[in-house]
């Protein structure tokens, strides 16, 4: 019962470099969210998922990209890189739109743009 | 626009005692609110859920209230420990737009 798994743990990239952080879980729940947490701030969403082949934005989706092919993946793409992208990234997932049994979230992406 | 409020500042605690952590909300009525801990480098971890027509729950040492009225819920843990210190967090639906999360507060149980 691995939950929901992100990868990379670390990563550090130049400006304007891209990539993507991996998540996926492995509880069959429909929705899927990705968010940030920079210090001392609340966790801010960047896009969510009701279900695979539906995405849509949330509250800082301005430099990212997201997909949903499977119910158990989520990865989500950065383009061109900025410093102001340098953040702890979670991803999560619930069984219910309304998160009624809580989200589960991975244990995160350090990210560092330098 | 929507606001969550917690205390920012650590809160300290002696073990044994109840610790009690405020989360205040403005502009917003959520049908339900959450508690969840999170760990340094960790991610958050669901602990309780409360819905709007429920004025309490409870699971082992924790409590949870809610007041739709004054816009509050409080969190409680009874004869805290150590192991409990950690970051809480507070978050209200948004229905299928996710949760809405505070800054969260750092508890620290001392021996």
């Known amino acids: 019962n691995a939950g929901v798994t992100q990868t990379p743990k670390f990563r550090i990239l130049k400006i304007g470099q891209s990539m993507t952080l991996q998540c996926t879980q492995d509880?069959?729940?429909?929705?899927m969210y990705w968010y940030r947490q920079d210090p001392g701030m609340g966790l801010k969403l960047i896009y969510y998922?009701?279900?695979?082949?539906?995405?849509d934005k949330g509250e800082v989706p301005n430099g990212y990209n997201v997909s949903r092919s499977t119910t158990e993946d989520f990865p989500l793409r950065l383009e061109l890189a900025a410093p102001s992208q340098t953040s702890v990234y979670f991803c999560?997932?619930?069984?219910?739109?309304?998160?009624?049994?809580?989200?589960?979230f991975g244990s995160g992406t350090r990210l560092t743009v330098v | 626009s929507q606001k969550i409020e917690q205390n920012s500042e650590a809160l300290n605690i002696q073990e044994g005692k109840t610790a009690t952590l405020t989360c205040n909300y403005t502009?917003?009525?959520?049908?339900?609110l959450q508690w969840y801990r999170q760990d340094p480098g960790r991610g958050p971890v669901f602990l309780l859920l409360?819905?709007?027509?429920?004025k309490e729950k409870r699971k082992e040492r924790l409590k949870v209230t809610f007041d739709t009225t004054l816009k509050q819920s409080l969190f409680h843990i009874t004869a805290s420990q150590p192991a409990d210190s950690a970051t809480y967090l507070c978050?209200?639906?948004?229905?299928?737009?996710?949760?809405?999360f505070g800054k969260g507060t750092h508890l620290i149980i001392q021996p």
């Open positions: 409360i819905r709007e027509n429920e």
């Open positions: 502009n917003y009525s959520p049908a339900y």
């Open positions: 998922s009701v279900g695979a082949g539906i995405t």
């Open positions: 978050a209200l639906d948004r229905g299928a737009d996710g949760l809405t």
């Open positions: 509880m069959n729940h429909n929705y």
């Open positions: 999560a997932s619930s069984s219910t739109e309304q998160g009624s049994y809580g989200y589960t």
